[in-house]
């Protein structure tokens, strides 16, 4: 089975910052949009077509200046038939001793439809340890969220 785990690295540059040279809102979900999709694309092997479901979480701890190359490691945390789960973290940057970033992203792997199929193969989850710890924590916190695709039917869509 492949790697759950994924290294990137992202150079801040003035195009990503907002009005005081840090990193945008926006450019941060993109960051770790891309990488988590790296991520679970990697995982899932060549015929993965996955597509955005939700943003579970994401949280931003301190503000990166441009300029600074950030590191983002990610991971797949969860697994279910047509949908995974991957973990987010911006590892602390210089002079920082928590991460700066960290979230919790899901994709649902889709048909020429785009509607959810199983997963095309197996994918191993990531083990438990100190840099993953806080994002299991939080999910168990979030196990209860689901979906409102449900509801959006039921209303007549």
């Known amino acids: ?3 759950t785990e994924t290294t990137s690295h992202r150079l801040v540059l003035p195009a ?7 990193l945008y809102a926006g450019s941060l979900l993109r960051y770790a949009l891309e990488a988590a999709y790296a991520t679970g694309s990697r995982a899932a092997g060549p015929a993965a077509n996955l ?6 979480s994401l949280e931003c701890r301190r503000s ?3 300029g600074t190359l950030v590191e983002i490691r990610c991971a797949v945390v969860q697994v279910r038939r047509a949908y995974l789960l991957v973990g987010v973290v911006g590892m602390p940057t210089p002079g920082g001793t928590l ?14 439809a785009g509607l959810p199929v199983p ?14 710890q806080p ?3 939080r ?13 959006w039917i039921a209303a007549g869509w």
């Not at 991460?99 to 020429?112: E, H, K, R, S």
């Not at 997963?119 to 993953?132: D, F, M, R, S």
């Not at 916190?141 to 449900?150: E, P, W």
């Open 1 to 3: 089975m492949p790697s």
């Open 16 to 22: 990503d910052a907002n009005h005081h040279g840090t």
């Open 51 to 56: 597509m955005l479901r939700r943003v579970l």
């Open 64 to 66: 990166v200046p441009v």
């Open 99 to 112: 991460p700066w970033m960290d979230g919790l992203l899901g994709f649902v792997q889709v048909d020429a």
């Open 119 to 132: 997963l095309p193969q197996e994918i191993e989850t990531v083990a438990t340890g100190p840099l993953w």
């Open 135 to 137: 994002l299991f924590d």
């Open 139 to 151: 999910l168990a916190k979030l196990a209860d969220i689901r979906g409102a695709t449900g509801d």
